[in-house]
């Protein structure tokens, strides 16, 4: 009698799948939101060159800490106004947005390939190779991320490409542990056992069963991933370990601005602002997407 | 219960090795030590020299056993950057970071539990909302940002707490918020995802059939089952708020490992930088193990695996 | 005098996202002092839905009206949630069908046990321990003195309904509500738990509204019976009667396809009733078994009448039909 609680959440019998799914996506406001700021800061990050009025590596230096539109001082030619070299903020930050997504994106991309290999192998087998993956997701788990991450950069140097190495080979673990469990719920399945015993290849399996099926918790873990190698990369630049100057990464611009907080504090709100919104973005996406393809489960 | 235990205990310990063995690895080989020790502008016979005597010149594996026999006796070498024991310096900034994990740990409890009970108990409706905004935005707020806008309302605008350094148990208030405000989302969807199961259950049903008042069922009844996971997650937090520490400590100019690590790593003081990372993995891998054993304590089933 | 429990024109809806689901449609029954009603009828008929609503313990999502709810003369209709909440474990209590997951498994039986006692009159520890012995005592529980420091993981699912249903005695209520009490359980813990009952009943003089789907149950205990269907109650009256001459076509099949213990010809076939349970969303007119029976007609379309006779009521259009007609 405990499912009682679910009982508003019949649909009429007979719909579509697909019906299903586009309803549910259309009623979830947060998804919309997430969606919608995502796919801004994607337009703004492709059109950058094009839609930022100033060069954001040119220095000024007869202009610089001008303050944004809104307070006294400020002026159109510079609507978010300028940094401490003279450099047009909203060009800096809309060129910001290009690194984020882009570290963002390749983080993902690494780190996801190489969880969900380690994931769907240990998953699938189990026993021994079960074990050993397990035992080296235990082992990188229990190495401090940011500390092992600050001391590779430091001794190699750093670059984004460096910054962006580095994630993707250590930030794995989450995925690797995720679609592990996932895949093992799947296998447990009858059209697995069906499939094995048609004598589908291994491959075959893994990839046409059982992936499908964990593909929207792999979506979800994506999008978590993402957005924290979108903060520790900012992390990592604020310390002056990351993303190097002149490029305009959020984190470095932050890191720079510091010595300037207390008059211009601008200069700190806005990059901060936009990493948060950015974040709050993807997040909004991955539990949307969460929410709508496990509704017994909604959290 | 005994096997269990021991089987754990053995596990952790290879896992331990293992990642000192690759802490070891990894930090001597991305980087050429000798090079940093001999300094800037050095010339190739110093540093050959160096090499020898540090040495830098035997085997990778003779070097770590030797690192790792020294480690045992408690002896983790001297620092290069700050010229001391490097023991007794991680010794010394140890306590501090983990009083500032303590603290933002019940801090972070403090908020996210009744926040966490209170979105359960009404289920989609505005306050589950606002709840699960607030999650949200801590977790989309750069840590060292609110530290930044922290630090501007309390130390310049109110001028009420200390921003910088750690003599006082002031200098811990700010550094406790940014952190607990960090890791309290993660708890805070736990309660609430834990609560709403527990209060879907029939023994919760069979607690309003007896007509116990509301505070009792949700305190009593329910909250009592739906911690025994997060438990486990404090544990683990907790590790992970050792390393993960770096960055508040270094904007708070708070003087434990972290700030260490940080101070370390930028000048390439090698035999810092290993002890920090192999003491915080082994602070990690003995959290972990602590919280299975207590999981399993609490729930017999969990023993068979 | 006024009968324990007095129900009429519960109806409780269920808000889905089609519209809403009738989970009880116009039901009235009564229950009298020291007398089993038994509310008999297949899952998804609205049984355990009609006894949340007399306790309030609907789910959120449901909404219940209703003309009378009077328990031991007090109306319940309009009843705040304090006074409910004070009413339920006291004066009615109600005891579950799955005896394996309806205790805490953070505290000790005792515990669980006493804190209804302590709450509702105020108690202290002990007093309420010697309760908690005395009852499970009486029903049978050997050890009882030790059994209270054990955990429910630790106890047999017979052992846990003993346990739930001292736990709804431990205030000496009026009105014991048992949804499906044994069927999670083995036959001859079944027998067990029902002599206990009838036993209670005896010594107490409680009331119990007993929920089944079994009709070999409502033969043993049940003074009176009420038969739902699809959230209403087709046909009532005292055990005796409905079971001599059961009326409508629902009941019969239902006779028909269970075995009966002194019903039955020994080698006659068990009938069965064709078709399904209706869809309880949206709007309900008429007979809701019209789609089953074979006996149906136009006029079953529209509203049926309740028809009573003395002991025995229903709601058919049909005259009393030969003993033995099929329904198949």
Redesign the interface.
């Known amino acids: 009698m405990s499912d009682l609680v679910a009982v508003p959440l019949i649909d009429a019998p007979g719909t579509l799948p697909r019906t299903l799914l586009r309803r549910r996506v259309l009623a979830h406001k947060g998804l919309l939101i997430g969606v919608g700021l995502l796919t801004l800061a994607t337009f703004i990050a492709l059109l950058a060159p094009l839609i930022a009025p100033h060069d954001p590596y040119a220095q000024d230096l007869a202009h610089r800490l001008i303050p944004p539109i809104w307070q006294e001082k400020g002026a159109w030619a510079h609507v978010l106004g300028t940094d401490n070299l003279g450099r047009d903020y909203l060009s800096r930050v809309l060129y910001g947005a290009r690194i984020s997504l882009l570290i963002g994106l390749a983080v993902m991309v690494i780190s996801g390939l190489i969880g969900t290999i380690l994931g769907l192998t240990a998953g699938y087998f189990g026993g021994r190779i079960d074990m050993a993956i397990t035992f080296i997701t235990t082992v990188r788990l229990a190495m401090p991320v940011i500390l092992v991450a600050l001391a590779v950069v430091a001794t190699i140097g750093s670059s984004l490409l460096v910054v962006i190495l580095v994630l993707g080979l250590l930030r794995w673990d989450r995925f690797a542990i995720v679609i592990r469990a996932a895949t093992q719920q799947v296998r447990a399945l009858d059209y697995v056992t069906a499939a094995q015993a048609t004598g589908a290849s291994t491959l075959r399996i893994i990839f046409g069963e059982c992936f499908p099926n964990i593909l929207p918790q792999l979506v979800v873990i994506a999008t978590v991933e993402a957005a924290n190698a979108i903060l520790l990369e900012a992390a990592l630049s604020f310390l002056g370990l990351g993303i190097q100057p002149p490029l305009p990464s959020w984190g470095l611009m932050i890191a720079e601005a510091k010595q300037y907080m207390f008059f211009s504090f601008w200069l700190i709100a806005i990059p901060g602002t936009a990493l948060a919104l950015l974040v709050f973005a993807i997040n909004m996406v991955g539990d949307g997407i969460r929410d709508v393809t496990a509704p017994a489960g909604r959290m | 219960m005994l096997a269990f235990t021991l089987k754990r205990l053995g ?1 952790a310990v ?3 090795i ?2 000192s063995v ?2 070891f690895l ?2 001597r080989i ?2 050429d030590t000798a090079t ?1 020790l001999a300094g800037e502008g050095a010339r190739v016979e110093d540093i050959e020299n160096i090499r020898r005597l540090y040495g830098l010149d035997r085997p990778l594996m003779v070097q770590y056993l030797d690192w790792l026999g020294k480690m045992l006796r408690g002896d983790f070498g001297q620092s290069l950057y700050f010229k001391s024991d490097v023991t007794a310096l991680v010794f010394d900034k140890l306590p501090t970071t983990l009083w500032l994990a303590v603290f933002s740990l019940l801090f972070a409890l403090a908020i996210s539990v009744p926040l966490g009970v209170l979105a359960a108990v009404h289920p989609n409706s505005w306050v589950d909302r606002l709840c699960l905004l607030l999650a ?2 801590g ?7 609110f530290a ?2 922290l ?2 309302v309390f130390a ?1 605008m109110l001028q009420a707490l200390p921003v910088s350094g750690s003599n006082t148990w002031a200098h811990f208030v700010l550094p406790t918020i940014t952190l607990g405000y960090y890791v309290a989302p993660a708890f805070m ?1 736990l309660v ?2 834990g609560m709403i199961d527990v209060l ?4 919760i ?9 509301g505070p ?1 069922i949700i305190l009593k ?1 329910a909250l ?2 739906a911690l025994v996971p997060i438990v486990a997650l404090t544990v683990v937090q907790l590790g ?1 708020l ?3 520490s ?2 508040i400590e ?1 904007v708070f100019a708070l003087d434990g490992l972290g700030y260490l ?2 101070q370390s ?2 000048h ?1 003081d090698l035999p810092v ?1 290993q002890a ?2 192999t003491l ?2 082994f602070f ?2 003995g959290l ?1 193990l602590a919280a299975d054993l207590l999981n399993a304590w609490l729930d017999p089933r969990i023993r068979v695996g | 005098m006024a009968p324990l429990l007095d129900v009429e024109g519960l109806v409780v809806d269920i808000a889905v996202h089609s519209g809403a689901l009738h989970a009880v449609r116009d039901v009235s029954f009564q229950v009298d002092r020291g007398e089993t009603l038994c509310l008999v009828g297949e899952s998804g008929c609205g049984k355990t839905m009609t006894a949340l609503a007399l306790m309030g313990l609907l789910p959120s999502a449901a909404r219940r009206r209703v003309r009378r709810l009077a328990f031991q003369g007090e109306s319940l209709a309009t009843a705040a949630a304090d006074r409910m909440a004070s009413l339920r474990g006291h004066r009615m209590v109600m005891v579950f069908q799955e005896p394996m997951t309806a205790l805490n498994p953070a505290y000790t039986i005792g515990n669980q046990l006493a804190e209804g006692h302590r709450r509702h009159l105020g108690s202290s520890r002990l007093v309420a321990r010697e309760r908690a012995v005395e009852l499970l005592e009486k029903l049978g529980v050997n050890a009882a003195s030790e059994r209270l420091r054990q955990y429910p993981h630790q106890l047999s699912g017979g052992l846990r309904q003993r346990v739930m249903i001292a736990m709804a005695l431990m205030c000496a209520p009026s009105l014991l509500i048992a949804d499906e009490p044994t069927t999670a359980l083995d036959v001859t813990v079944q027998a067990q738990i029902l002599r206990l009952l009838i036993e209670l009943q005896r010594d107490f003089g409680i009331g119990i509204l007993l929920i089944t789907h079994d009709l070999g149950v409502v033969a043993r205990v049940a003074h009176r019976v009420a038969v739902m269907y699809a959230g209403e109650i087709v046909e009532s009256g005292t055990t005796a009667a409905v079971f001599a001459a059961p009326r409508h076509p629902y009941t019969r099949g239902l006779m028909t396809s269970i075995p009966v213990p002194g019903q039955t010809p020994p080698g006659g076939r068990l009938g069965a009733i064709p078709g399904i349970v209706p869809s309880l969303i949206g709007e309900m007119r008429g007979c809701a078994f019209r789609d089953r029976c074979a006996h149906a007609l136009t006029i079953c379309t529209a509203p049926v009448a309740w028809r009573a006779e003395e002991n025995h009521g229903w709601r058919c259009v049909l005259s009393p039909s030969p003993a033995h007609a099929e329904v198949a």
């Open positions: 596990l290879v896992v331990a293992t990642v690759l802490a990894l930090l991305s980087g940093a949200v935005c977790q989309a707020l750069p840590n060292f940002f930044l806008v630090i501007m310049v969807r609430r995802a879907a259950s029939d023994y049903r069979t607690a309003r059939a007896k007509g116990l008042s009792s009844h009592r089952n992970f050792l390393g993960g770096v960055v270094t690590a940080y790593i930028s390439q930088t920090v990372v915080v993995s990690y891998v972990t």
